[in-house]
């Protein structure tokens, strides 16, 4: 079951907000044309949305002063065009043009965090095929996918909405203060006491939030992980009867998580209420000293208007600073997760001069090989056999003794400490990782089918092969005649993991590639491990045929299966302890034997 405890947490503040920005920011050199199409949007959105209510102030008087001297002679209101519908004409553009730049603007910067995530996630998939298998071993799958998937989201949404409104609030702020001292320094002095006020209000409730945030984010990701963990093992819970159990766990992680949503939701939802309060108040003392001067004829109706106008320009983006400073700060950290991914180590490069190894003979050498996960924890030490063409080599032992690690060191997975690996009398790192790989065939015990038809899923290492070179194929790993009774044939798609086929079925579509493939060296890690006996003496004839003259590397528990091996290694803790053929070794009545007559007791 999942240790809570056990589960690393995102941080949603960055170590360095600003080297991040710096290098986020980079990403956007070849989108300069349409970062400054936004710029010039942006400063004439800002101008006119702070110029309009002063120019309105000015319209509203004079439309008040010909209401009030229609009024006073009785005669019939009208609206000449020269000079009050002009100026409201003047008016009435001035409000559509600030409407089309700021979704131009918004237009463009949609474009442009797009643009951007698409490059990253571009990148992203690139790093994938280029970090090594420790990296895998070492960082969940939740969390590399998290990289690709919320992470990018959430600096796409900062850069479309975020961001836009930090820079068309500051210009928006700046501009509105600055009309509204012109208009009455002392009722800018209370709109500014109130908005102290509403600021350490926000302060308080943001610090409060985050805290619940982070605590939203790691009940997440526990339900997450628990989430994928039993959704993997399902058949296992079921065949233990761990399912009430299970089903408590989740429960009580979901309320949890519904528990920490809550009290964020909460305080999220909490401070514009109690912040817009505090603004009606602020509103409603300067309404009351505006109409006192309004009578007293030291201010006109227009210019009371248009003072309301600036009063709401400056709050808005006020109450929203902490908002809008937060998703800036949580996308930051979200990019700079991005970017530790991205400059996390790579696989050694490939050789700049490389030797060209197209097909194989199949002699393969470990000389004097020692691999550690780490440098200052050697597993293996001094590893030495050849393996000449055509040998079929067995690699036996506990689980954890190295065998995996044997073959992954051969496949260059990892990369050795000391000595070398060579096929054909050519050092494994003077080939590319593609020629190297491309003289393998390799059947795990960990099938793998993706979603698409049997056929294409068969020809995945030759997707250039004919129907019937697939057919041969499947009939050569006995699994022609099961697939010719599904519903399209080797047209049928397989999906959900190809849930609806056995284990057994499965492995045997993995060994077809292998038969379709026809490398000159095989591996076969615990092949026919999920098949019944009289199938394993079917794919073992075949096995044999397609092994004649090929060099192949058996991983087995079941020592029956390996016998006619050339040579058998026996490995433990990391380390070859006997080799030899199967004669020899039982001969020697060392581990070897012990193990194979406690197997035929």
């Not at 440098?375 to 056999?385: A, E, Q, R, V």
């Not at 003077?430 to 003289?439: F, I, S």
């Not at 070897?592 to 007559?597: D, E, P, T």
Request: glycine fraction near 6%; charged fraction near 20%; charge should be positive.
């Amino acid at each position: 079951m999942s240790d809570k405890r056990s589960i690393k947490f995102d941080k949603e503040v960055p170590d360095n907000a600003g080297r991040t920005a710096i290098r986020l920011f980079g990403y956007l050199k070849n989108q300069r044309r349409r970062l400054i199409i936004v710029a010039v949007c942006i400063i004439f959105y800002t101008v006119l949305n702070v110029c309009t209510p002063y120019y309105s102030a000015g319209v509203i008087d004079q439309l008040f002063a010909t209401i009030r001297n229609c009024v006073s002679s009785g005669t019939r209101f009208s609206i000449e065009w020269n000079p009050l519908g002009m100026k409201m004409l003047s008016l009435f553009f001035m409000y559509i043009f600030t409407s089309v730049f700021y979704h131009f603007q918004a237009y463009l910067m949609a474009s442009v965090a797009e643009g951007l995530i698409l490059t990253l996630r571009k990148q992203i998939s690139n790093k994938l095929n280029k970090l090594p298998l420790r990296f895998f071993d070492g960082n969940k799958p939740g969390e590399i996918l998290s990289r690709v998937t919320s992470d990018l989201d959430k600096v796409s949404e900062t850069l479309q909405t975020g961001l836009l409104k930090l820079l068309t609030a500051i210009g928006t702020l700046v501009g509105a203060m600055a009309f509204m001292f012109y208009y009455s320094p002392l009722l800018t002095l209370v709109f500014l006491v109130f908005t102290v006020v509403s600021l350490l209000v926000t302060k308080t409730v943001a610090k409060k939030n985050l805290k619940c945030a982070a605590d939203r984010q790691r009940a997440l990701a526990y339900l997450t992980g628990i989430a994928e963990e039993y959704y993997t093992g399902r058949d296992v819970i079921r065949a233990y009867n761990h399912e009430q159990e299970s089903m408590d766990i989740v429960d009580a992680a979901v309320d949890e998580l519904r528990v920490a949503t809550q009290k964020t939701d909460f305080l999220t939802n909490c401070v514009n209420p109690l912040i817009r309060l505090l603004s009606r108040l602020s509103q409603a003392v300067i309404m009351l000293l505006a109409c006192h001067w309004m009578l007293q004829g030291r201010m006109s109706l227009g210019v009371v208007q248009a003072f309301f106008q600036y009063i709401n320009m400056a709050a808005e983006p006020l109450t929203e600073t902490s908002y809008m400073l937060n998703s800036l700060q949580s996308a930051l950290a979200s990019a700079e997760r991005t970017f530790r991914f991205l400059d996390a180590t790579e696989e050694v490069p490939d050789t700049s001069a490389p030797t060209s190894l197209e097909n194989a003979k199949g002699k393969i050498s470990f000389e004097n090989v020692s691999f550690g996960y780490t440098p200052d924890k050697i597993l293996m030490k001094n590893i030495s056999f050849t393996a000449e063409p055509g040998q079929k080599i067995a690699v036996v032992g506990s689980t954890g003794a190295g065998k995996t690690t044997l073959i992954n060191l051969l496949m260059q997975f990892y990369e050795v400490n000391s000595g070398r690996i060579t096929i054909d009398g050519i050092c494994t790192t003077d080939l590319t990782r593609k020629d190297l790989r491309h003289n393998f065939g390799m059947v795990l015990q960990d099938t793998w089918l993706f979603g698409g038809t049997i056929a294409e899923n068969i020809a995945y290492g030759r997707p250039e092969a004919t129907m019937e070179e697939i057919k041969a194929a499947a009939k050569a790993a006995k699994v022609d005649y099961f697939i010719r009774t599904m519903p399209q044939g080797y047209n049928t798609v397989l999906d959900n993991e190809a849930a609806n086929l056995s284990v057994g079925q499965r492995q045997l579509i993995t060994i077809a590639r292998v038969f379709l493939c026809n490398p000159p060296v095989i591996i076969l890690d615990e092949a026919t491990s999920s098949v019944d006996t009289r199938t394993e003496a079917e794919i073992g004839k075949a096995m044999k045929k397609l092994m004649s003259g090929r060099t192949s590397f058996v991983i087995a528990h079941r020592l029956s299966t390996i016998r006619d091996a050339d040579n058998i290694l026996f490995m433990e803790n990391g380390n070859i302890i006997e080799q030899g053929n199967h004669k020899e070794l039982l001969a020697q009545k060392g581990a070897y034997a012990a193990l194979y007559y406690s197997q035929f007791a």
